[in-house]
Structure formats: C-alpha cells, structure tokens
C-alpha cells in the first residue's frame, strides 16, 4: 500500500530509521481515517493531527516528525499538497555537557579497552551514535589524523578529526585495521548495537558517579562545547558536527554563557 513511499525514501536515500519512522506515522494514520491514500483530503489530516496533539498528548517533536511523514507521502510522492497546518513548536533545552574532569572520569571508569574506545570515539570526533558504529577502518586516515563519516545526517560525508590519545587507542586494539570491517564488533565479529553503546556510557557515568544524565549524544554535545571555550571558531564547530544550519550550532554559545555565569567575580573574595 505505502510501496510508492518506501520506494521514494530509498531513492532520496534516507536512513533505514527513517523508512521505519514514515511508513509507520502513514500506516497509523490510514488506520485512524479508514480511507485509500488517493481518498485523503486536507481535513483528515488536520483531525489526525488534533487528535494526536489533545486526545495522545504527543509532544511537539514528534507531532512535527508525524507531520513530515504525511507531507512527504502526500505532497511529495503523491503531489496531492494537502499538508498545510502548523504545529506546536517544540521547547528549545539547553543540552547536557560534561566538564573535561567527568570526561576524564568517564573514560577512566570504562570497564573494558574497548568501552574506554568507544567513549573516546564519540567524544573525540563529535560522532552521533549511529556515525559511530557505522565507522570503517577504511574510513580513518591515521597519519592524517582525520577520518570520514560516509553517508551522515542528510546523507552527506563530512570530514572528523582524530585526536592523538585515540589514535594511540586504535592502534592498541585489538582489531583488524588492515581490512575495510566496522571498527566496532563483537567477539562475534558482528557490529556492535546501538543498545550496547549506551548501555556502555551509562554503566561508566554510574562508575565515575556523574550525576548528569549522560548518553552517547552528550559526549558529542561536550565536544562541541569544549572546542568553542577553547576558541575554536563556530563555523570550523559547525563543519565538524555535520550542522547544515548555523543556528543548530549556535546553542553551544548559550550552553558556554550559562558555564561562565557560574564564574565567580574576584571582587566578592576581596
């Protein structure tokens, strides 16, 4: 029934998260109207959309992602332009970052070589989740100190750097750098879950007895924020990152305000 869908995400070459995500919101949504996808008028959108808004609570995130699942089915693949509603606007937080002493902490309570890996993957090159576990050691260019992220966010490759102490890591585990495998496998040899990751960073946090709320995700967010306090210019923050907007980048200058309004004024020790 959605095959026209799926085909089109694939051609566009999204993500396998995405497929999923689409498919699913337009599945729910045909099951909720009771109606053939070519029978779909603007109106029954609308009731879908209130009544995910005020009868299921949905939060504003997910309304706007089961709004961009309609209107790329139907005014996109279809060309039927019958989604134009606004949706709430979701809450803008500030994201959780670790200081360099529970960076430090964190990597250091690692229980394995391997998890102490991982944890300076991401916090290192500014990786997501996903870019982490689908790295390749084609992909890593180690006297360069550089790698590559194939096929990111918005299908895109991106360029990301290596630090030194990584590096040194890489090279003492004990892995198979000479074949194109994904760096981060099993005893299996088959790649690593995402599940296994964050269930890597939350058992260190517990360990280095972070009382933050810590996940894969915030380990980039700290890396992003570091280089900003150490004078690293946004736009190289941004290109690093894989941001296509500026503005996405740019809540890393409120998080470095809110960290130097806790700086105490030496008048108050006089």
């Known amino acids: 029934m959605l095959d026209k869908l799926v ?8 993500s396998e998260r995405t497929v999923k995500a689409y498919v699913t919101h337009n599945t729910k949504f045909l099951e909720f109207i009771k109606k053939e996808a070519k029978f779909v008028v603007e109106e029954d959108i609308k009731s879908y959309m209130a009544y995910l808004i005020s009868d299921r609570k949905v939060s504003p995130k997910t309304a706007a992602l089961v709004k961009a699942a309609l209107k790329f089915y139907y005014d996109e693949v279809l060309k039927m332009n019958i989604v134009n509603l606004k949706t709430p606007k979701a809450e803008k937080h500030l994201p959780i970052v670790l200081t360099k002493d529970e960076v430090k902490r964190l990597i250091e309570s ?9 944890i300076m993957m991401l916090y290192s090159s500014g990786l997501r989740l996903s870019e982490c576990l689908n790295l390749r050691t084609n992909d890593l260019e180690l006297e360069e100190k550089i790698g590559w992220v194939r096929k990111g966010k918005g299908n895109k490759d991106r360029l990301i750097i290596l630090s030194d102490s990584l590096i040194k890591a890489l ?5 198979d750098l000479s074949n194109n495998n994904h760096i981060l496998t099993n005893k299996k040899g088959s790649q690593l879950t995402a599940r296994n990751i964050q269930k890597i960073v939350a058992r260190a946090a517990k360990k280095a007895e972070i009382r933050k709320k810590v996940s894969p995700h915030t380990l980039r967010h700290s890396f992003a924020t570091h280089l900003l306090e150490s004078g690293t210019d946004i736009r190289k923050i941004q290109e690093l990152l894989g941001h296509s907007n500026l503005q996405t980048t740019q809540i890393y200058t409120r998080v470095s305000t809110e960290e130097l309004k806790k700086v105490k004024s030496p008048l108050d020790n006089l």
Request: aromatic letters at 10%; charged letters at 40%; a positive charge.
């Open 7 to 14: 085909t089109e995400i694939k051609l566009r070459g999204f």
């Open 110 to 118: 690692a229980k394995t070589a391997k998890s102490k890996l991982i």
């Open 171 to 175: 090279k003492e585990y004990k892995h």
